[in-house]
Nanobody, 126 residues
Framework: VQLQASGGGLVQAGGSLRLSCAASGRTFDSYVMGWFRQASGKERVFVATISRAATVTDYAASVKGRFTISRDNAKNTVYLQMNSLKPEDTAVYFC????????????????????WGQGTQVTVSS
Protein backbone atom coordinates (compact mmCIF):
# COMPACT_ATOMS: atom_id res chain seq x y z
CA VAL A 1 0.00 0.00 0.00
CA GLN A 2 1.28 3.46 -0.90
CA LEU A 3 0.02 6.89 0.10
CA GLN A 4 0.43 9.83 -2.26
CA ALA A 5 -0.21 13.29 -0.84
CA SER A 6 -0.83 16.33 -3.02
CA GLY A 7 -2.35 19.78 -3.00
CA GLY A 8 0.24 21.76 -1.10
CA GLY A 9 1.47 25.14 -2.22
CA LEU A 10 1.97 28.79 -1.36
CA VAL A 11 -1.01 30.76 -0.11
CA GLN A 12 -1.55 34.07 1.62
CA ALA A 13 -2.75 34.24 5.19
CA GLY A 14 -6.51 33.86 5.32
CA GLY A 15 -6.55 31.70 2.22
CA SER A 16 -7.50 28.07 1.70
CA LEU A 17 -5.97 24.87 0.39
CA ARG A 18 -7.24 21.33 0.06
CA LEU A 19 -4.83 18.49 0.48
CA SER A 20 -5.51 15.06 -0.94
CA CYS A 21 -4.00 11.70 -0.11
CA ALA A 22 -4.64 8.82 -2.46
CA ALA A 23 -4.03 5.26 -1.33
CA SER A 24 -3.30 2.25 -3.45
CA GLY A 25 -4.79 -1.11 -2.66
CA ARG A 26 -8.32 -2.34 -2.09
CA THR A 27 -8.67 -2.13 1.68
CA PHE A 28 -8.70 1.64 2.15
CA ASP A 29 -12.02 1.54 3.98
CA SER A 30 -10.41 -0.55 6.73
CA TYR A 31 -7.79 2.14 7.51
CA VAL A 32 -8.00 4.83 10.11
CA MET A 33 -6.50 7.87 8.41
CA GLY A 34 -4.70 10.88 9.74
CA TRP A 35 -2.87 14.05 8.81
CA PHE A 36 0.25 15.27 10.57
CA ARG A 37 2.54 18.20 9.92
CA GLN A 38 6.15 19.05 10.56
CA ALA A 39 7.44 22.59 10.57
CA SER A 40 11.09 23.23 9.85
CA GLY A 41 13.22 22.30 12.86
CA LYS A 42 10.27 20.94 14.81
CA GLU A 43 8.76 17.56 15.53
CA ARG A 44 5.94 16.04 13.54
CA VAL A 45 2.59 16.78 15.20
CA PHE A 46 -0.95 15.56 14.86
CA VAL A 47 -3.42 17.60 12.81
CA ALA A 48 -6.54 15.53 12.17
CA THR A 49 -7.87 11.99 12.04
CA ILE A 50 -10.92 10.25 10.64
CA SER A 51 -12.45 6.86 11.34
CA ARG A 52 -12.91 4.14 8.75
CA ALA A 53 -16.52 5.03 7.92
CA ALA A 54 -15.99 8.77 8.43
CA THR A 55 -18.33 8.80 11.41
CA VAL A 56 -15.76 10.15 13.86
CA THR A 57 -13.16 12.89 13.44
CA ASP A 58 -10.73 14.59 15.78
CA TYR A 59 -8.53 17.65 15.43
CA ALA A 60 -5.63 19.34 17.08
CA ALA A 61 -6.75 22.36 19.05
CA SER A 62 -4.68 24.64 16.81
CA VAL A 63 -6.71 23.75 13.70
CA LYS A 64 -10.15 23.01 15.10
CA GLY A 65 -12.79 25.12 13.38
CA ARG A 66 -10.49 25.90 10.44
CA PHE A 67 -9.56 22.49 9.04
CA THR A 68 -11.87 19.67 7.98
CA ILE A 69 -10.83 16.10 7.33
CA SER A 70 -12.95 13.91 5.09
CA ARG A 71 -12.63 10.76 3.06
CA ASP A 72 -14.10 9.12 -0.01
CA ASN A 73 -13.69 5.37 0.36
CA ALA A 74 -14.87 4.79 -3.20
CA LYS A 75 -11.90 6.85 -4.40
CA ASN A 76 -9.41 5.61 -1.80
CA THR A 77 -8.75 9.22 -0.87
CA VAL A 78 -8.63 11.30 2.29
CA TYR A 79 -8.80 15.08 2.21
CA LEU A 80 -7.81 17.96 4.43
CA GLN A 81 -9.65 21.19 3.72
CA MET A 82 -7.70 24.04 5.27
CA ASN A 83 -9.37 27.42 5.64
CA SER A 84 -8.33 30.67 7.32
CA LEU A 85 -4.72 29.66 6.99
CA LYS A 86 -2.12 31.29 9.20
CA PRO A 87 1.65 31.62 8.79
CA GLU A 88 2.05 29.18 11.68
CA ASP A 89 0.33 26.50 9.55
CA THR A 90 3.42 26.46 7.34
CA ALA A 91 4.82 22.92 7.36
CA VAL A 92 5.21 19.72 5.42
CA TYR A 93 1.93 17.84 5.72
CA PHE A 94 1.91 14.06 5.84
CA CYS A 95 -0.98 11.68 5.50
CA UNK A 96 -0.88 8.45 7.46
CA UNK A 97 -2.82 5.20 7.61
CA UNK A 98 -3.32 2.56 10.23
CA UNK A 99 -3.58 -0.66 8.28
CA UNK A 100 -3.41 -3.11 11.18
CA UNK A 101 -6.32 -3.85 13.48
CA UNK A 102 -6.86 -1.30 16.23
CA UNK A 103 -9.57 -0.80 18.82
CA UNK A 104 -9.82 2.98 18.59
CA UNK A 105 -11.96 4.66 15.96
CA UNK A 106 -9.53 7.54 15.57
CA UNK A 107 -5.83 7.82 16.31
CA UNK A 108 -3.93 10.94 17.31
CA UNK A 109 -0.30 9.91 17.77
CA UNK A 110 2.37 9.09 15.21
CA UNK A 111 3.26 5.61 16.56
CA UNK A 112 -0.35 4.50 15.97
CA UNK A 113 0.17 4.72 12.20
CA UNK A 114 2.15 2.24 10.11
CA UNK A 115 1.88 3.77 6.63
CA TRP A 116 3.04 7.25 5.66
CA GLY A 117 2.91 9.37 2.54
CA GLN A 118 5.80 11.43 1.26
CA GLY A 119 4.56 14.81 2.47
CA THR A 120 3.43 17.96 0.70
CA GLN A 121 4.70 21.45 1.50
CA VAL A 122 2.25 24.11 2.64
CA THR A 123 3.57 27.66 2.93
CA VAL A 124 1.42 30.47 4.27
CA SER A 125 2.73 33.98 3.73
CA SER A 126 1.79 36.87 5.99
Amino acid sequence: VQLQASGGGLVQAGGSLRLSCAASGRTFDSYVMGWFRQASGKERVFVATISRAATVTDYAASVKGRFTISRDNAKNTVYLQMNSLKPEDTAVYFCAARSRAVTGMVLTTSPDYDLWGQGTQVTVSS
